[in-house]
């Protein structure tokens, strides 16, 4: 560590760092966008629920879909939408939207409506809410080490808490966001440089593990796009990171996490060229990605489910119709969403075999990868109502379950699939028990009695 690199992290403040070594940055230092939590199945369609076969058939839903691929497809009703969010706390308005447009639905919605929505938990809620921030209290107070783990294993320790996710640097805990937007080094690596004078990430071992990772991980924990960015002595902001992204679109390539930080950060008629000079906009990623399979894609197809549920999410929000590819996708999801449940097992697991069928090896290490991405993009696309699914329920409780008798076992787990997993609990916890991101150290703020190192 260099006295170079320490000095860039006291200058960022407030803005990206610690205000003190054990204070965790704040929803209102990071600047919050509102929520990509999504809110937009229409219930009454029978779209996605006509895709899907019996529940002893374990063909997925693709097949169906590639049935109806014409945007000219009938439109369905419209989704209806659940309320709206409150601005970011500190009364920045999300890029492209103006005090007056529709706002977000999802997680903010959610909070807004703590206090009754809390009212309503029965007794074996409130047990399993009590488990769930125990559980994920156990992790949040075990930082890891950006000497131990690359810039890959920091993105998956911070998508599980966002923006209060903390992380050692030597002996000093710094905030994981702030470190690597200022391309802090993590175990010899760094994650960005320059070509051009232009951002440009890494893709390989220790770095992204696919184009627009890095995007999509910032737009999951909602980070605004003023957000500042340092590579190589050179300011810029999380938009300048956004223009990257657009600019290196490919046809024919997996663009599902430039599918999840795009559809977040940009409005609906977005349109742009990439550095190739080919003409791109929403609607083009959505079509590039549905003629790619879910099955034996990234995580098991669950980061390109992600993906749609982000874009019709974002079509929901600005009320506008669903039709072409934004109502292929939202059928797509709405296919998923029934599908999903028929592959769900006796313990509250989902299938060990992802979308590709029904499947349980019995092996809690499984378990934890493939429960916990499943149940991440289930969490997130949901709506409200339905997270109260006895299905939904179960799934929790078993993810749970496993990080609570995994014992010294989790230590094993691998840092990508235990923060996918830990991110559903999260995700659960602020969208059914109204906890809010940047106020994490109130929520977990007691620690459990027995501590695992992780560093």
């Not at 939408?81 to 890029?95: M, R």
């Not at 690359?150 to 996710?165: F, K, N, Q």
């Not at 004078?197 to 909602?222: D, E, T, Y």
């Not at 008798?405 to 990508?416: D, F, L, P, T």
């Amino acid at each position: 560590m260099t006295r170079t690199t320490l000095s860039l992290c006291a200058f960022v403040g407030t803005l990206l760092l610690l205000n003190s070594p054990s204070r965790p940055l704040r929803a209102e230092d990071a600047g919050l966008n509102s929520p990509a939590s999504i809110e937009t199945r229409d219930a009454n369609s029978a779209g996605g629920k006509a895709a899907v076969k019996e529940a002893n058939d374990e063909s997925s839903p693709e097949s169906a879909e590639a049935a109806d691929a014409s945007p000219a497809a009938k439109p369905q009703d419209e989704p209806t939408t659940n309320g709206v969010d409150k601005e970011a706390a500190d009364g920045t308005l999300a890029e492209g939207r103006s005090a007056e447009e529709p706002r977000e639905l999802g997680a903010a919605a959610d909070a807004a409506a703590v206090p009754a929505f809390e009212q309503n938990l029965t007794p074996e809620l409130v047990a399993l809410r009590d488990r769930v921030r125990k559980t994920l209290a156990s992790y949040y107070h075990e930082p890891i080490s950006t000497a131990s783990y690359s810039p890959w294993g920091i993105m998956h320790a911070l998508i599980a808490y966002g923006v209060d996710t903390e992380v050692y640097v030597d002996d000093r805990k710094v905030n994981a966001i702030g470190w690597l937007c200022y391309n802090g080094v993590c175990r010899g690596q760094q994650l960005m440089y320059l070509e051009n004078g232009k951002i440009r990430l890494r893709i390989g071992p220790g770095v992204q593990g696919h184009s627009g990772q890095f995007l999509a991980m910032l737009a999951q924990s909602r980070v605004r796009t003023d957000f500042p960015i340092k590579v190589e002595g050179r300011d810029f902001t999380v938009a300048d990171l956004i223009e990257s992204e657009k600019e290196t679109c490919r046809a024919r390539t997996e663009l599902t996490f430039k599918l999840i930080g795009l559809a977040h950060y940009l409005k609906t008629d977005a349109t742009w060229k990439s550095d190739i000079g080919e003409d791109w906009s929403i609607p083009r990623l959505i079509k590039e990605e549905l003629a790619q399979p879910v099955v034996g894609s990234a995580c098991g197809g669950t980061h390109r489910m992600t993906g749609f549920s982000y874009a019709v999410n974002k079509r929901a929000k600005v009320e506008e119709a669903f039709d072409g590819q934004w109502l292929r996708a939202q059928k797509f999801v709405n296919a998923y969403h029934d599908y999903i449940f028929k592959l769900q097992n006796s313990d509250g697991s989902f299938s060990t075999n992802w979308f590709a069928g029904r499947g349980d090896t019995g092996e809690a290490k499984r378990h934890v990868e493939t429960t916990g991405h499943m149940l991440e993009w289930l969490v997130c696309s949901l709506p409200k109502e339905q997270l109260d699914d006895p299905r939904v329920i179960q799934a929790v409780d078993h993810l749970t379950t496993l990080f609570e008798y995994g014992g010294r076992q989790r230590q094993k787990w691998e840092i990508g699939p235990r923060g996918h997993a830990l991110h559903a609990l999260a995700l659960y916890n602020e969208r059914r028990f109204g906890d809010k991101p940047g106020s994490r150290d109130l929520v977990l703020a007691k620690k459990p009695p027995v501590k695992t190192s992780v560093r």
